[in-house]
């Protein structure tokens, strides 16, 4: 009876032992991925800074980040420029997480 006992206590230790290694696994995964996106938001809004007002017409683009993040895509949405001619930019990445898409949004001004 002892050893059935010890057995099934064993047993349920390592089923938590190994729900734990997975549940770790899928958020240090997801902890990359975030990893990534913030890296590419930033190039990409450094790029958006770079072109300056004049060079950013009014409408949505969308593109890839070529061959390294090709899973990775973003969107970039220019509105008109406000009564002091800031000009806000919206900016969509799109990443492949646990089978499914996932979007993160971040917002910029040009002046």
């Known amino acids: 009876m002892e050893v ?6 064993l047993a349920l230790g390592l089923l938590a032992a190994l729900t734990a290694f997975s549940m770790a696994s899928r958020v240090r ?6 990893t990534v996106i913030s890296f590419l938001a930033q190039q990409k809004l450094a790029e958006i800074r770079a072109l300056g007002r004049e060079q ?14 090709a899973e ?5 949405t220019v509105r008109e420029p406000d009564d002091v001619n800031v000009v806000p930019v919206d900016l969509t990445i799109s990443a492949p997480e646990a089978g499914r898409n996932r979007e993160t949004h971040f917002s910029t001004a040009v002046f």
């Open 4 to 9: 059935l006992v010890a057995t099934m206590v």
């Open 56 to 69: 950013l017409p009014a409408g949505t683009e969308e593109g890839d980040f070529g061959p390294d993040f």
């Open 72 to 76: 990775y895509a973003w969107r970039m």
């Open 29 to 34: 995964g997801a902890s990359s991925n975030d």
